[in-house]
């Protein structure tokens, strides 16, 4: 069970290149999330995704795209990439239950853009 | 405004000793309260939640929380600490009404490290 798996754990770009970072998840779960995480800031919701073919914007949307695949992937995609979106980014996903909390965390992707 | 603090960077605790990790919160209404763990280099694990209900939250590991509306505070604990529970922790909260506003308030994490 491998529960959530992101693609790729590092990865350097620079400034204004694009990438996408794969997430995906094997517990039939419906809603999917993307945080990122920096130091002395917490963790920061950027997007969700309650259900397959709607995504939602969190707290720090500005330079990310997703796209909610189907009801296993949901991807995050930016387009011109900035030093400032250099951070830890980590896709959660969860059941919907009381409360509505990400229950499931995959392992990170460690990003840096020079 | 809505915040969610973890007053201890760092908490040190000898192994076999109970162990408290806090957490205070400023948010209307009566919300929902989690606590996450995450071990280095990895992602975050869930560990347990108050919904409602009874003020004593029993969760993963061995891990209990104590909510205290009164106090507003939400603190972790276990009587008896390992050495495998050092790890950085962090509490949520999440308003109760928000309808579908899945933003979870975090804290900004306490580091536990359980001395051998």
């Known amino acids: 069970n491998a529960g959530v798996t992101q693609t790729p754990k590092f990865q350097v770009l620079k400034t204004g290149q694009s990438m996408t970072l794969q997430c995906a998840q094997d517990?039939?779960?419906?809603?999917m999330y993307w945080y990122r995480q920096d130091p002395g800031m917490g963790l920061r919701l950027i997007y969700y995704?309650?259900?397959?073919?709607?995504?939602d914007k969190g707290e720090v949307p500005n330079g990310y795209n997703v796209s909610r695949l189907n009801k296993r992937e949901f991807s995050l995609r930016l387009e011109s990439a900035a030093p400032s979106q250099t951070s830890v980014y980590f896709c959660?996903?969860?059941?919907?239950?009381?409360?509505?909390?990400?229950?499931?965390f995959g392992d990170g992707t460690r990003l840096s853009i020079l | 405004a809505q915040s969610v603090a973890q007053p201890e960077d760092q908490v040190n605790v000898a192994e076999g000793n109970p162990l408290t990790v806090k957490c205070t919160y400023s948010?209307?209404?009566?919300?929902?309260l989690f606590w996450y763990v995450q071990y280095p280099n990895r992602g975050l694990q869930f560990l347990l939640k108050?919904?409602?209900?009874d003020n004593l939250v029993k969760g993963s590991y061995g891990f209990e929380a104590e909510f205290n509306k009164s106090q507003t505070s939400f603190h972790l604990k276990k009587p008896s600490a390992l050495v495998s529970d050092s790890a950085l922790y962090f509490c949520?909260?999440?308003?109760?009404?928000?309808?579908?506003?899945?933003?979870?308030?975090w804290g900004l994490g306490t580091s536990l490290a359980v001395n051998p």
């Open positions: 959660a996903s969860s059941e919907f239950r009381q409360g509505n909390q990400p229950q499931h």
């Open positions: 517990m039939n779960h419906n809603s």
């Open positions: 995704s309650a259900s397959e073919g709607t995504t």
């Open positions: 948010v209307s209404g009566n919300p929902y």
């Open positions: 108050y919904i409602t209900g």
């Open positions: 949520a909260v999440r308003e109760r009404n928000a309808g579908n506003n899945r933003k979870l308030i």
